[in-house]
């Protein structure tokens, strides 16, 4: 596939995939965000306003543990 790959240029898609990023993708997607502390915390902008979310938004707690399990195993080496 590498050798394979070529560029596809076609300036009206580039242009609203362009918008989309500037415009509507910010106001429907969550921004990541470090404290003075380097935590993470999570912004989602809703109707205006801005909300903070200290914990990543829609997780459960078994998801986080899940996550947080994970994390702890020594499986850099697969990625």
């Not at 429907?28 to 809703?46: D, I, K, P, Q, S």
């Not at 200290?54 to 195993?73: A, D, K, V, Y």
Request: aromatic share 10%.
């Amino acid at each position: 596939m590498g050798g394979n790959l070529q560029r596809f240029t076609h300036p009206a898609l580039s242009e609203k995939i362009h918008e989309a990023f500037e415009e509507s993708i910010p106001l429907r997607a969550y921004e990541v965000r470090l404290t003075e502390n380097g935590e993470l915390y999570w912004v989602e902008h809703v109707d205006g306003d801005v909300i903070r979310h200290e914990q990543e938004p829609n997780t459960g707690f078994l998801q986080r543990t899940g996550i947080f399990l994970l994390s702890i195993l020594p499986i850099e080496w697969l990625l």
